[in-house]
Nanobody
Framework: QVQLVESGGGLVQAGGSLRLSCAASERTFSGLTMGWFRQAPGKDREFVAA????????PYSDSVKGRFAISRENAKDAISLQMNSLKPEDTAVFYCAAKPSWSPSTVAGDYNWWGQGTQVTVSS
């Protein structure tokens, strides 16, 4: 069982930045592919970014490409999501997810473990 804990959400003005972090409990963290998803009120959960154990990244969602960047530190069992040039439409609950394989999937159903989510609110 992998436990994931997100942190770093909050309220920011449009154009600002936030950095989300996700810490994993799994000692074999290096074998996991990690992802970030988000869900806005009334909308489906949306893929944002994913990264494998050896730092291969899935193509970013078009809605965040060029503004968000995913990274990981295997030595710390953690990943981060740097979010720049935030827009009001980025407002959502952001979830960290993990899957026990090396393919950086963009499909939520492929991920086995999920964090509790962290709220990101961008004001206009």
């Amino acid at each position: 069982q992998v436990q994931l804990v997100e942190s770093g959400g909050g309220l920011v003005q449009a154009g600002g930045s936030l950095r989300l972090s996700c810490a994993a409990s799994e000692r074999t963290f290096s074998g996991l592919t990690m992802g970030w998803f988000r869900q806005a009120p009334g909308k489906d959960r949306e893929f944002v970014a994913a990264i494998t154990w050896n730092h291969n990244r899935a193509p970013y969602s078009d809605s965040v490409k060029g503004r968000f960047a995913i990274s990981r530190e295997n030595a710390k069992d953690a990943i981060s999501l740097q979010m720049n040039s935030l827009k009001p439409e980025d407002t959502a609950v952001f979830y960290c997810a993990a899957k026990p394989s090396w393919s950086p999937s963009t499909v939520a159903g492929d991920y086995n473990w999920w964090g509790q989510g962290t709220q990101v609110t961008v004001s206009s």
